[in-house]
T-cell receptor, first 116, second 113 residues
Framework: AQTVTQSQPEMSVQEAETVTLSCTYD???????LFWYKQPPSRQMILVIR????KQQNATENRFSVNFQKAAKSFSLKISDSQLGDAAMYFC?????????????WGAGTKLIIKP | DAGVTQSPTHLIKTRGQHVTLRCSPI?????VSWYQQVLGQGPQFIFQ???????GRGNFPDRFSARQFPNYSSELNVNALLLGDSALYLC????????????FGPGTRLLVL
């Protein structure tokens, strides 16, 4: 069974600095999707960034970028120029493609604190 | 455009009761998924529906059921509520038919006393 592990329960960063959140996953599949979602105190899960496993190029969305290491099954999120609004729980998620089952499998989350 | 909507936002029930949670997907989306998020944990997959058919089911007891309507909205039903069913219930929609990105609603907070 596929699993997702986020080993950092909490991270803190000074405003305007850069922070990296870690995620590892386990799967025997060769094709899948990986996501980072953000969940602020308002509870709504917001998509941050998505990576297709068949793409070697790391995904980037403005200040957010990933370091996707397929062989190591690692998928870290880098946030540049951290802003107060980035404070939230960040979840890493894996989506299989096989059998048209698109369920998301989630890590336990990392709480990101931004220090002003 | 309206995002995914869920109702109610909060709900308090007692053990043994039944609850129905509702979800309306983003316009044009044909797939709806349900997740349970217990406080302090990541979400757990419950169901996925596409074109009104169940496409996937997570490791939840038969007390949990769902359906999708012709307008692609969905209901999640939970019978014989237990204290452990207290959680945030998230609904997500996607285009379906191969689309992988799921967009989430604000959730329904269920408290079972």
């Amino acid at each position: 069974a596929q699993t997702v592990t986020q080993s950092q329960p909490e991270m803190s960063v000074q405003e305007a600095e850069t922070v990296t959140l870690s995620c590892t996953y386990d799967t025997s599949e060769s094709d899948y999707y990986l996501f980072w979602y953000k969940q602020p105190p308002s509870r709504q899960m917001i998509l941050v960034i998505r990576q297709e496993a068949y793409k070697q190029q790391n995904a980037t969305e403005n200040r957010f970028s990933v370091n996707f290491q397929k062989a190591a099954k690692s998928f870290s999120l880098k946030i540049s120029d951290s802003q107060l609004g980035d404070a939230a729980m960040y979840f890493c998620a894996y989506s299989p493609i096989k059998d048209s089952n698109y369920q998301l499998i989630w890590g336990a989350g990392t709480k990101l604190i931004i220090k002003p | 455009d309206a995002g995914v909507t869920q109702s109610p936002t909060h709900l308090i029930k007692t053990r043994g009761q039944h609850v129905t949670l509702r979800c309306s997907p983003i316009s044009g989306h044909k797939s709806v998924s349900w997740y349970q998020q217990v406080l302090g944990q990541g979400p757990q997959f419950i169901f996925q529906y596409y074109e009104k058919e169940e496409r996937g089911r997570g490791n939840f007891p038969d007390r949990f059921s769902a359906r999708q309507f012709p307008n692609y909205s969905s209901e999640l039903n939970v019978n014989a509520l237990l204290l452990g069913d207290s959680a945030l219930y998230l609904c997500a929609s996607s285009l379906g038919g191969g689309a992988k990105t799921q967009y989430f609603g604000p959730g329904t907070r269920l408290l079972v006393l």
